[in-house]
């Protein structure tokens, strides 16, 4: 099994709400990520978590706040976003067992901030 | 910092062409070399995973190279068809950690 599984595929929300994005992976991967992308843009990365632990913050605006509850979840948390947080938020792992390995990535979650 | 650039951004080609991707990377310092597929609105596939110590890797049609002393990598689609219509991302592995670093993108339209 080599899938990452992002809940909710769709989300609209309000300027004024809270509302949290879920990433599950089975596969023992140690390594998990958060990226954001634009339309017509590369990913860019927001989170990385190693070993349950945030390893790299890309000095993302604390309106995101991402969690790492155990080694197959990763939540990304969000209040108060503005309309140009509106992207598609994408969620890989990776494993860190070995130096040399793939990368897997969701389907992503398409956000609208309205 | 890791800088990734793709060439061409875009390219249309009649099926059954043979094409080439090109990716370019400023630091050599990598543990590997990802390609992916994206297509619109969805997530990234996986495509060919080549290690810094390999040159090479094939996966049906899919042949991807590196020159890793060079910064350079190519992905070669033999036979094109318009399912392979997308956008083709390539990523890199730096050895200082974990992080992937994509370039922009070739977005590639194979006309039937």
């Known amino acids: 099994d080599t899938e990452v599984t992002q809940t909710p595929k769709h989300l609209v929300m309000g300027m004024t709400n809270k509302k949290s994005l879920k990433c599950e992976q089975h596969?023992?991967?140690?390594?998990m990520y958060w990226y954001k992308q634009k339309a017509k843009k590369p990913p860019e990365l927001m989170f990385v978590y190693s070993y349950e632990k945030l390893s790299i913050n890309e000095s993302v605006p604390s309106r995101f706040s991402p969690e790492c509850p155990n080694s197959s979840l990763l939540n990304l948390h969000l209040h108060a976003l503005q309309p140009e947080d509106s992207a598609l938020y994408l969620c890989?792992?990776?494993?860190?067992?070995?130096?040399?390995?793939?990368?897997?990535f969701g389907q992503g979650t398409r956000l609208t901030v309205v | 910092k890791q800088e990734v650039t793709q060439i061409p951004a875009a390219l249309s080609v009649p099926e059954g062409e043979n094409l080439v991707l090109n990716c370019s990377f400023t630091d050599s310092a990598i543990y590997n070399l990802q390609w992916f597929r994206q297509d619109p609105g969805k997530g990234l596939t996986s495509l060919l995973l080549?290690?810094?110590?390999?040159r090479e890797q094939t996966s049906g049609r899919l042949n991807a190279s590196l020159d890793k002393s060079s910064g350079r990598s190519t992905l070669y689609i033999a036979a094109s068809q318009p399912g392979d219509s997308a956008t083709y991302l390539c990523a890199v592995i730096g050895t200082s950690g974990s992080r992937l670093t994509f370039g922009e993108g070739t977005q590639l339209t194979v006309n039937p």
């Open positions: 080549i290690q810094s110590s390999q």
């Open positions: 596969m023992g991967h140690r390594a």
């Open positions: 890989a792992s990776r494993d860190l067992g070995r130096k040399n390995t793939e990368a897997f």
